[in-house]
C-alpha cells in the first residue's frame, strides 16, 4: 500500500511556492491530503482574515491533479487527530515550521521541505498595495 501524506496550510492568494511544495508532498506517497487553516484560525493567528475565503482556498486546492483530499483545519494543535482521522502515515510541512511538529513522529514520519525563495503571499499583498 502506498504512503498516505498529509501537509496544512492557508495558501492564500496560491502562488508558486505552493504549487512547489503540494507537488513535493504529493511525490511521498500515493494519495496527498491536505488541511487548508480556516477563516477564523488565520484571524486567531494573524489577527487579519485572509484575502480569500476558506471556501475558494479550499476549493483551489481541491482542483490540483496531485491533491487527493481537502478538508478545512479548524486548529493548529488537532494535527494528531487529524493524521489519525485521515490515516496519514506522513505529515509534510515546509521548513518554516521545522521541528514544530516532532512530536508528532510517535505516529507518522514528519518531513519539513525548503521553502521556495523569493515568494510570499504577505509579499504579494504589499506589491499589489503599491500598484
Ligand atoms: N510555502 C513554501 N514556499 C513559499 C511559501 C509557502 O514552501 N515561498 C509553503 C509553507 O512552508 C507551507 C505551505 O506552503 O508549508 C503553506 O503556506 P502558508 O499558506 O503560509 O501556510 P501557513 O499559514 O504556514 O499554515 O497548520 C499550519 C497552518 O495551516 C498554517
Redo the contacts with the bound molecule.
Sequence with gaps: MGNRVI??????VF?V??V???EKCSQLGSELIV???SDA??FK?KNRYPVYDEYSRLKIIKSLKFVNEVFI?ES?EQ?RHYINYYRANILA?????EGRFDDLRDICEVTY?????????TEIIEIARKL
Design positions: 501537509t496544512f496550510g492557508t495558501f492564500d502562488h511556492g505552493h512547489n511544495i503540494l488541511g487548508v487553516s484560525l488565520n493567528k483545519e493548529l494535527k510541512m515546509g521548513d518554516d515550521w521541505f525548503p521553502r521556495t525563495p523569493s515568494i510570499s503571499t
